[in-house]
């Protein structure tokens, strides 16, 4: 029989005075881990999240733009912004008891942004995060995060994070087409997977830089845009700005105690950086997809073709995404 994932019950909102430490979290996370056992029909946490009257610090937003490339003092925060604003709201959520996913091992697989305006850096927002549903897959089981920024009561912002946490299917009833999942940790979850991946990861360092070959059948490689050299400490400085302290991403030493050969880059930078690239967006829906770490130091190419995007290096394809108007 084929395992049904569990429906949400209606969320109780409970609304915190201040933003959660990050630290702790983390850390409470990795001590829950290894006490919980991942399957698509546990019980959804049923409270949603939310934190009121907070203001961009200007001084943070420019910084964060400088690290990921986007043009400094801009009215509109970037796209990605709302997602650093909302994150520790996420990490309370899912270093709790009640989310049934370990933190240590969770694979960042996917993002979907809506952007219904633009977003003022002076405005107040008001943001909510919840666990919206869990999904079976066929290399576990995946958990939807949903993030929302308000402004003047309004929804402005909102995205669907999703996280994979890798175990046996319990049902083989469950095995999905999967998504192209990403061993790129976020910053609370060094993946255990990665001992497997990150030899594989390694092997194709030396490949030549070019696009990757189109099957006979196949769409043709978008075209190359630019071409950046990525030096060892983005991972550090994205840290530093986004409160993304996973090891993975630091050192090269810390990251080898998580089966990586060197420090891998951020996947939330990646996107980010790619977005930089690409343009202004004003009310558009983006959606990215992490497909295989970025080892450090790294030259990558930057392509794109009309709506869509991708990051790649030695043949190797680490991010696809696009980028569509909601009103055309």
Not at 301 to 310: I, K, L, Q
């Given at each position: 029989?084929?395992?049904?994932?569990?429906v949400?019950?209606?969320?109780?909102?409970?609304?915190?005075?201040?933003?959660p430490?990050l630290?702790?979290?983390l850390?409470?996370?990795?001590?829950?881990?290894?006490?919980?056992?991942p399957r698509?029909?546990?019980?959804?946490?049923?409270?949603?999240?939310?934190?009121?009257?907070?203001?961009?610090?200007?001084?943070h937003?420019?910084?964060?733009?400088?690290?990921?490339?986007?043009?400094?003092?801009?009215?509109?925060?970037?796209?990605?912004?709302?997602?650093v604003?909302?994150?520790?709201?996420?990490?309370?959520?899912?270093?709790?008891?009640a989310?049934?996913?370990?933190?240590?091992?969770?694979?960042?697989?996917?993002?979907?942004?809506?952007?219904?305006?633009?977003?003022?850096?002076?405005a107040?927002?008001?943001?909510?995060?919840?666990?919206?549903?869990?999904?079976?897959?066929?290399?576990?089981?995946?958990?939807?995060?949903?993030?929302?920024?308000?402004?003047?009561?309004?929804?402005?912002?909102?995205?669907?994070?999703?996280?994979?946490?890798?175990?046996?299917?319990?049902?083989?009833?469950?095995?999905?087409?999967?998504?192209?999942?990403?061993?790129?940790?976020?910053?609370?979850?060094?993946?255990?997977?990665?001992?497997?991946?990150?030899?594989?990861?390694?092997?194709?360092?030396?490949?030549?830089?070019?696009?990757?070959?189109?099957?006979?059948?196949?769409?043709?490689?978008?075209?190359?845009?630019?071409?950046?050299?990525?030096?060892?400490?983005?991972?550090?400085?994205?840290?530093?700005?986004?409160?993304?302290?996973?090891?993975?991403?630091?050192?090269?030493?810390?990251?080898?105690?998580?089966?990586?050969?060197?420090?891998?880059?951020?996947?939330?930078?990646?996107?980010?950086?790619?977005?930089?690239e690409?343009?202004p967006?004003?009310?558009?829906?983006?959606?990215?997809?992490?497909?295989?770490?970025?080892?450090?130091?790294?030259?990558?190419?930057?392509?794109?073709?009309?709506?869509?995007?991708?990051?790649?290096?030695?043949?190797?394809?680490?991010?696809?995404?696009?980028?569509?108007?909601?009103?055309?």
């Amino acid at each position: 029989m084929r395992t049904q994932p569990p429906v949400r019950p209606e969320p109780r909102t409970r609304t915190l005075a201040a933003p959660p430490s990050l630290v702790p979290l983390l850390a409470r996370g990795a001590l829950l881990s290894p006490f919980k056992r991942p399957r698509p029909d546990s019980p959804v946490p049923a409270t949603r999240l939310v934190l009121s009257g907070v203001r961009v610090d200007l001084a943070h937003l420019a910084a964060y733009e400088r690290v990921c490339g986007f043009a400094t003092g801009a009215d509109a925060l970037p796209v990605t912004y709302p997602h650093v604003l909302a994150f520790p709201l996420a990490m309370r959520i899912m270093a709790g008891r009640a989310f049934p996913l370990p933190l240590l091992g969770l694979v960042h697989t996917s993002i979907e942004i809506t952007q219904h305006q633009e977003s003022a850096a002076t405005a107040e927002y008001e943001l909510g995060v919840l666990v919206e549903k869990l999904v079976p897959h066929r290399r576990g089981t995946e958990a939807i995060v949903l993030t929302e920024a308000r402004a003047h009561g309004r929804l402005v912002w909102e995205s669907r994070s999703t996280y994979l946490a890798r175990h046996r299917p319990r049902d083989p009833g469950q095995d999905r087409t999967p998504r192209n999942a990403s061993r790129e940790a976020p910053p609370e979850t060094p993946c255990r997977a990665a001992r497997r991946t990150a030899p594989r990861a390694a092997s194709r360092a030396a490949v030549h830089n070019a696009p990757p070959a189109p099957s006979p059948e196949g769409p043709k490689p978008l075209p190359a845009v630019a071409e950046w050299s990525l030096a060892r400490d983005v991972g550090r400085r994205y840290g530093a700005v986004s409160g993304d302290r996973n090891p993975i991403h630091l050192h090269p030493l810390t990251a080898r105690l998580f089966g990586f050969p060197r420090a891998i880059a951020h996947g939330m930078w990646t996107v980010a950086r790619c977005l930089a690239e690409y343009g202004p967006q004003q009310a558009v829906g983006v959606r990215a997809e992490f497909r295989a770490p970025v080892l450090l130091p790294r030259t990558v190419t930057y392509a794109a073709r009309g709506p869509s995007f991708e990051l790649r290096s030695g043949g190797r394809v680490h991010l696809t995404g696009d980028v569509r108007p909601l009103h055309a």
